[in-house]
């Protein structure tokens, strides 16, 4: 496919959802670029995390569409989203406590994706050199991810910070052509922060698009070009990081109310 650097990779058109009463997500319109790191910030319980969901299939709206690579996927579950190129992080490291690294890898791509992958390693006749190719593959990723030397460790013996960029690798073992990210650098220190930013640039240099979801403001500002501010599951305003800062309205929100406590600094920043 010859796609183009503005080419718009995915599209939503009027997406909502309700619960009950609470549209969480309501009428939203955005269009991620092929090849950009988009933002998606804004304050608590302001429907991110629902939007990702809608996103990769995980939930199914009651109202607008979703496009993908051109294509409708509104109705379409995270398994097929995964197959088409969309993939997100899970915290799935605790269901693979016991497993070494490089199993969680083989394992975890073929949950997320590899339908029939692993059934065609098995089955057919060259499946020793097909396992070793999609162990080096993992092996790639990892040390992509900064986990080389690990493949032989058990995961629940790796720190926090190394699950966390476990279950990126896992992602991109599933060879996407978009990443969601719902706050990644959740819990991590300033200088695994800057670390994690590091890594999401490779990843994006690599040519993932990636949608990043943030409730540190510097660091969404600091890797993305564009940023969609949500409240109230409503588009607030978009546009290039100094767009953001300068929007009073903005200020307003993220002043005007409570934002996560484990990033006090966010107050003075906004
Ligand atoms: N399955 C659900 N059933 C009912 N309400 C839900 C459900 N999921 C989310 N909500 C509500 O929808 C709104 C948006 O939630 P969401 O988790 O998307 O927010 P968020 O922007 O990700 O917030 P945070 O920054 O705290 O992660 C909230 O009011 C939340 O309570
Ligand atoms: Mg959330």
Do not use: W
């Not at 796609?3 to 990779?9: G, N, R």
């Not at 969309?86 to 083989?106: E, W, Y």
């Not at 959740?186 to 640039?201: F, K, M, N, W």
Request: aromatic share 6%; glycine share 10%; charged share 25%.
């Amino acid at each position: 496919m010859d796609m183009t650097p503005s080419e718009t990779l995915l599209k939503t058109q009027g997406l909502g959802i309700q619960f009950g009463g609470l549209k969480a997500v309501d009428a939203l319109d955005i269009e991620v670029r092929k090849g950009e790191i988009f933002g998606l910030i804004g304050p608590n319980g302001a429907g991110k995390s629902t939007s990702f969901n809608l996103l990769s299939g995980a939930l199914t709206p009651t109202s607008g569409r979703v496009f993908f690579k051109g294509e409708d996927v509104t109705k379409l579950k995270p398994f097929d989203m995964a197959k088409r190129g969309l993939a997100r992080t899970f915290q799935l490291t605790n269901l693979f406590a016991g497993l070494t690294v490089i199993d969680t890898m083989l394992v975890g791509a073929h949950l997320h994706v590899k339908k029939g992958l692993l059934a065609s390693v098995f089955y057919t006749k060259g499946y020793r050199e097909e396992l070793d190719q999609l162990r080096d593959e993992a092996r790639r990723i990892l040390a992509t991810v900064g986990l080389a030397g690990t493949e032989q460790a058990s995961v629940d013996a790796l720190s926090f910070v190394q699950q966390r960029r476990l279950e990126i690798a896992m992602a991109i073992a599933t060879r996407p052509t978009m990443l969601l990210l719902d706050e990644p650098a959740a819990g991590l220190s300033p200088s695994e922060t800057a670390d994690l930013g590091v890594l999401i640039q490779t990843l994006n240099q690599q040519g993932i698009t990636i949608i990043l979801i943030e409730h540190n403001t510097r660091f969404v500002m600091k890797l993305c070009a564009r940023i969609c501010v949500l409240d109230y599951g409503r588009k607030y305003a978009e546009g290039s990081p100094e767009e953001i800062v300068a929007n009073p309205k903005v200020r307003e929100i993220y002043l005007g109310r409570d934002v996560k406590q484990d990033h006090p600094e966010e107050h003075a920043h906004a």
